[in-house]
């Protein structure tokens, strides 16, 4: 009787999971475990009843006592005074006899009522407690859902330190990336300078964007941990508003139980008040019909006196017999017409009570109207409360879901951040690339320009020679020519000394060219670790923020019970 009740009183429970519901399971039930004082309200179908009750022990026991005790009464009375002399004793001993023999059974067995009672009293406690439970507590597919919920934050939680783990990884590769080409700008060119001032204003451009990037990315996070953390406070005001709800249509529900019982009482007062009424009337209509026989009687014995005394005074006279007879004839009408007007009375009187009756019944008519419309709208507020706590129930899964979307646009604010200091750090590399190609360029220029002087070399010393050798060749002719040429070739060789000398400066200045390049690198791959050390303490926080939100998260669902256990 119990689960018809149970499944009467929550059809929702025992229908089947939507789509995309998460089924009453083992880890549903474990939750709703965990709650405080809900181990002591289990439904008396739940628990085995005991052997006493099951076998009715107590019964049997009530019945072999009452026999075992009326045999030695018995026995008694047949031992001291013998059943023969019973009708010898008198009426007060006979009394006592009788209360001394019935009163301990009496007793025994009003032990046994109020102890079957106290059984039953308690097993009905135990059914509303039980149906109090599910109208009260959560459902197991809403502990589902916030367990479900919960699972999903940690995961996206692990996924977005996964994730600036990854970003610190590829900053440290990135770091060592620049040390490594650092150390290829020792061999630039005379033009390395100039282009190494604007690959440094480039870098400095970028590391101001990555640091901008990096600054917005953890503005962000903080913005989503605030609205994360606004959101939950606004889902934790939601459920206290629920609650209250909760508790208010509970007390509505009591004031409507009193009413109901209020209209039952007056019902029942009214019931009793017509009932009373239709005996007062049925006691004036038996009272008018014996009215109405008495005076039959009276006209039946008045007809006879009439009789008698026309039989007396037949010899008077012929006109006084005319006039007798006359006289009992108008007697007789009257007669019949009073029975007439006394069986119309009598009628008029049954359809009174008829009518009385027929309003008697439409008015218990009404009154059981009444009731059913009282229970409807006892039933109505009670899906009305269901339907509060379903709403309440969807709202706390809408924002766990605009929990996840948010947690998963926090996730892709990160993997955009990253892909961007992963774009950065390939333009670099892409610049280094392109400075080491134009180092390489200048080189080959150089060598070209080396060859060219050692070409010339050449063709001069040949040009030399054969000035030489017209010299040998012309005398002394030539010779101060030869003088002169001698002049000129030392002014040359001065002047590829002095070419030399300023190329060795050039080459110095290049060196620390590079050495200024290479410590504005260090200084930004210091920047560029300083910055990922402050995306991994936000990242850091943003964790810490979460973590904070589930454990708020749980307070409210502990706090939601715990109202809902006082309400």
Same mark, same amino acid.
């Given at each position: 009787?119990?689960?018809?009740? !149970?499944?009467?009183? +929550?059809?929702?429970?025992?229908?089947?999971?939507?789509?995309?519901?998460?089924?009453?399971?083992?880890?549903?039930? #474990?939750?709703?475990?965990?709650?405080?004082? @809900?181990?002591?309200?289990?439904?008396?179908?739940? =628990?085995?009843?005991?052997?006493?009750?099951?076998?009715?022990?107590?019964?049997?026991?009530?019945?072999?006592?009452?026999?075992?005790?009326?045999?030695?009464? %018995?026995?008694?009375?047949?031992?001291?005074?013998?059943?023969?002399?019973?009708?010898?004793?008198?009426?007060?001993? =006979?009394?006592?006899?009788?209360?001394?023999?019935?009163?301990?059974?009496?007793?025994?067995?009003?032990?046994?009522? /109020?102890?079957?009672? *106290?059984?039953?009293?308690?097993?009905? $406690?135990?059914?509303?407690?039980?149906?109090?439970?599910?109208?009260?507590?959560?459902?197991?597919?809403?502990?589902?859902?916030?367990?479900?919920?919960?699972?999903?934050?940690? +995961? #996206?939680?692990?996924?977005?330190?996964?994730? !600036?783990?990854?970003?610190?990884?590829?900053?440290?590769?990135?770091?060592?990336?620049?040390?490594?080409?650092?150390?290829?700008?020792?061999?630039?060119?005379?033009?390395?300078?100039?282009?190494?001032?604007?690959?440094? &204003?480039?870098?400095?451009?970028?590391?101001?964007?990555?640091?901008?990037?990096?600054?917005?990315?953890?503005?962000?996070?903080?913005?989503?941990?605030?609205?994360?953390?606004?959101?939950?406070?606004?889902?934790?005001?939601?459920?206290?508003?629920?609650?209250?709800?909760?508790?208010?249509?509970? #007390?509505?529900?009591?004031?409507?139980?009193?009413?109901?019982?209020?209209?039952?009482?007056?019902?029942?007062?009214?019931?009793?008040?017509?009932?009373?009424? /239709?005996?007062?009337?049925?006691?004036?209509?038996?009272?008018?019909?014996?009215?109405?026989?008495?005076?039959?009687?009276?006209?039946?014995?008045?007809?006879?006196?009439?009789?008698?005394?026309?039989?007396? @005074?037949?010899?008077?006279?012929?006109?006084?017999?005319?006039?007798?007879?006359?006289?009992?004839?108008?007697?007789?009408?009257?007669? !019949?017409?009073?029975?007439?007007?006394?069986?119309?009375?009598?009628?008029?009187?049954?359809?009174?009570?008829?009518?009385?009756?027929?309003?008697?019944?439409? %008015?218990?008519?009404?009154?059981? &109207?009444?009731?059913?419309?009282?229970?409807?709208?006892?039933?109505?507020?009670?899906?009305?409360?269901?339907?509060?706590?379903?709403?309440? =129930?969807?709202?706390?899964?809408?924002?766990?879901?605009?929990?996840?979307? #948010?947690?998963?646009?926090?996730?892709?604010?990160?993997?955009?951040?990253? !892909?961007?200091?992963?774009?950065?750090?390939?333009?670099?590399?892409?610049?280094?690339?392109?400075?080491? *190609?134009?180092?390489?360029?200048?080189?080959?220029?150089? &060598?070209?320009?080396?060859?060219?002087?050692?070409?010339?070399? +050449?063709?001069?010393?040949?040009?030399?020679?054969?000035?030489?050798?017209?010299?040998?060749?012309?005398?002394?002719?030539?010779?101060?020519?030869?003088?002169?040429?001698?002049?000129?070739?030392?002014?040359?060789?001065?002047?590829?000394?002095?070419? *030399?000398?300023?190329?060795?400066?050039?080459?110095?200045?290049?060196?620390?060219?590079?050495?200024?390049?290479? +410590?504005?690198?260090?200084?930004? *791959?210091?920047?560029?670790?300083?910055?990922?050390?402050?995306?991994?303490?936000?990242?850091?926080?943003?964790?810490?923020?979460?973590?904070?939100?589930?454990?708020?998260?749980?307070? $409210?669902?502990?706090?939601?019970?715990?109202? @809902?256990?006082?309400?």
């Amino acid at each position: 009787m119990a689960k018809q009740v !149970s499944q009467q009183g +929550n059809p929702k429970q025992a229908a089947a999971p939507k789509p995309g519901e998460v089924p009453a399971g083992g880890k549903a039930a #474990q939750a709703r475990a965990a709650l405080p004082e @809900v181990d002591d309200l289990l439904a008396p179908d739940d =628990v085995p009843a005991p052997l006493y009750l099951r076998w009715k022990l107590h019964l049997l026991l009530g019945g072999a006592l009452t026999v075992l005790w009326f045999a030695l009464v %018995l026995d008694f009375i047949e031992k001291s005074l013998g059943l023969g002399n019973l009708t010898e004793l008198l009426p007060h001993e =006979v009394g006592g006899l009788a209360a001394g023999a019935f009163t301990p059974v009496a007793f025994l067995w009003m032990l046994i009522a /109020f102890f079957e009672r *106290g059984r039953q009293l308690r097993q009905e $406690t135990a059914i509303l407690r039980s149906h109090l439970k599910q109208l009260i507590y959560p459902s197991d597919r809403a502990d589902s859902r916030m367990q479900e919920i919960t699972a999903s934050l940690r +995961n #996206q939680t692990k996924e977005l330190l996964s994730a !600036s783990e990854e970003a610190a990884r590829r900053g440290q590769a990135l770091g060592d990336l620049i040390r490594d080409r650092t150390r290829d700008l020792a061999q630039v060119s005379e033009d390395a300078d100039l282009r190494a001032h604007a690959v440094a &204003d480039a870098l400095k451009r970028q590391t101001a964007d990555l640091s901008s990037a990096s600054e917005r990315a953890a503005e962000r996070a903080r913005d989503a941990g605030e609205t994360l953390f606004e959101q939950a406070h606004g889902l934790t005001v939601t459920t206290d508003r629920a609650s209250a709800r909760a508790e208010d249509m509970i #007390q509505t529900l009591k004031r409507r139980a009193e009413e109901l019982d209020g209209a039952a009482q007056e019902a029942s007062d009214r019931t009793l008040k017509a009932a009373e009424a /239709f005996d007062r009337r049925t006691e004036r209509l038996d009272t008018v019909s014996r009215e109405a026989l008495a005076r039959g009687v009276q006209a039946d014995s008045l007809l006879e006196r009439r009789i008698g005394e026309v039989v007396d @005074v037949t010899g008077k006279a012929n006109a006084a017999v005319t006039d007798a007879a006359g006289t009992l004839d108008h007697s007789a009408q009257d007669l !019949s017409q009073r029975a007439e007007r006394a069986k119309d009375a009598a009628t008029e009187l049954e359809l009174g009570l008829g009518r009385q009756a027929d309003v008697l019944d439409a %008015l218990g008519g009404r009154v059981s &109207d009444r009731i059913s419309v009282i229970s409807s709208a006892l039933r109505d507020n009670a899906d009305a409360l269901a339907t509060v706590t379903e709403q309440a =129930v969807v709202q706390a899964t809408d924002a766990g879901t605009r929990l996840s979307r #948010q947690a998963t646009a926090i996730t892709e604010t990160v993997d955009r951040a990253v !892909s961007r200091l992963t774009q950065s750090g390939d333009g670099l590399s892409a610049q280094v690339d392109n400075l080491h *190609g134009q180092a390489q360029r200048v080189a080959e220029q150089a &060598d070209t320009a080396a060859g060219n002087l050692q070409r010339a070399t +050449n063709e001069l010393g040949e040009n030399a020679e054969r000035t030489i050798t017209r010299a040998e060749q012309a005398g002394g002719e030539l010779r101060g020519r030869s003088e002169d040429l001698r002049g000129v070739a030392d002014q040359a060789v001065e002047r590829l000394t002095e070419f *030399g000398h300023e190329m060795a400066q050039r080459r110095n200045e290049l060196a620390q060219a590079a050495d200024a390049a290479a +410590n504005r690198l260090a200084a930004v *791959g210091a920047d560029l670790m300083r910055r990922q050390g402050d995306l991994s303490a936000a990242a850091d926080t943003a964790d810490g923020r979460v973590t904070g939100l589930i454990e708020g998260l749980r307070e $409210t669902e502990t706090s939601l019970a715990r109202t @809902v256990d006082k309400g």
